[in-house]
């Protein structure tokens, strides 16, 4: 009995954690490439103080809304599941890799792949040629795939250790620390093939962009096409930056709003459905695209009350929805509209 409450407890703990902001990610000062430097960066520890868990002091935008659990998040709490019940399941080590991983992938420069097998390659290619056409934003912007498999490689984990462990002094030390952490998951299945270990979708100000398999793969299973969910993730996580990129303009809006993040979730979600529906955009109807704005990835919360919630999967549904509608209105026109338009159309609609 009282395993099972410690596993509850353990579980509820990462959904928490996982309510991640992609948006308000730090600003990164640190040099990017990381992948050969020496140390410099400590681990930091798992901050039980962290917003999710503080008394809420700002009230939602809207507390209407109903607040079931999607699909997404029914999968999500699956796969946290088995991870849990693996016998040898280690908190402690499985924090340790998803902020080494976290850590890895915010620094990594080099060449890339999309999904599990390299499935959006092509895709993603395809998408970022489209977007970068559509909204014409003044940055350097690139894409990181983040996957488990990194975690399993012997000379990545390595290398990673090395950069960002600073109770590690070397590379002879690192390297055993490495072969230590391959050898115990060795008899897991779960340590580190888990999606708990690459389930990242975050965008910083200096113009990367992550997108990881795990949600990818939970996003499928939840029964969002792949290519949707690719091209979903993608079209949000792009229009951060052109919420980065028109900070200095738009930030007051936000800041008009009781919930400026929850603002910004919502614009991101209109602008990428307008995006995604456009026809000099990605040219799905709504009805293809719906299912992802339904499951509202992992930002879609029920949290109305805490300072990082982003929105309930019903608000974001409808700001999507909005958006696909004025793209939809557009069709004969055909010219999309300038980032600062789309920014004034959103707030219009609210
Ligand atoms: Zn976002």
Redesign the pocket.
């Known amino acids: 009995m009282k395993t099972i409450k410690i596993s509850s407890g353990i579980l509820l703990l990462m959904l928490y954690l996982l309510q991640v ?3 308000s990610d730090p600003i990164e000062t640190l040099p990017p490439s990381v992948r050969h430097t020496s140390a410099e960066i400590e681990i930091e520890e798992m901050s039980l103080s962290s917003a999710y868990f503080k008394t809420a002091t700002e009230a939602s935008i809207a507390k209407t809304t109903t607040c079931e659990m999607t699909a997404f998040q029914e999968v999500l709490k699956k796969n946290f599941e088995m991870l849990i019940q693996d016998p040898t399941f280690d908190l402690q080590l499985a924090f340790y890799l998803r902020d080494l991983h976290h850590k890895y992938v915010t620094h990594y420069i080099g060449p890339n792949y999309y999904g599990i097998d390299g499935q959006f390659n092509q895709l993603a290619k395809k998408r970022l040629r489209e977007l970068k056409k559509f909204w014409e934003l003044d940055r350097q912007i690139y894409l990181n795939g983040q996957h488990t498999a990194t975690l399993q490689d012997f000379r990545y984990l390595a290398d990673m250790i090395e950069s960002f462990d600073r109770s590690v002094r070397n590379a002879k030390e690192a390297e055993m620390k490495a072969r230590h952490i391959l050898n115990y998951s060795e008899s897991s299945e779960q340590i580190p093939e888990n999606h708990f270990f690459a389930l990242e979708a ?2 910083s100000s200096n113009g990367l962009m992550v997108i990881s398999d795990g949600i990818l793969e939970l996003l499928e299973q939840s029964g969002v096409p792949g290519e949707i969910a690719f091209s979903g993730l993608l079209a ?2 792009w229009w ?1 930056q052109a919420q980065f990129e028109f900070q200095h303009v738009w930030e007051g809006d936000y800041f008009e709003s009781r919930n400026p993040e929850l603002l ?2 919502l614009e ?1 979600d209109f602008a990428a459905a307008y995006f995604l529906v456009h026809k000099k955009g990605a040219t799905y109807n709504w009805k293809r695209i719906d299912s992802f704005f339904e499951m509202s990835f992992n ?1 879609g919360d029920c949290l109305i009350d805490s300072p990082g919630h ?1 929105g309930t999967p019903a608000q974001r549904l409808q700001a999507a929805r909005n958006g696909a509608e004025l793209a939809e209105s557009e069709k004969s026109k055909g010219k999309p509209q300038s980032a600062a338009a789309i920014h004034k159309a959103f707030l219009e609609s609210l």
């Open positions: 902001s992609c948006s975050f965008t949000h996580e951060h910004k979730e991101a930002s982003h």
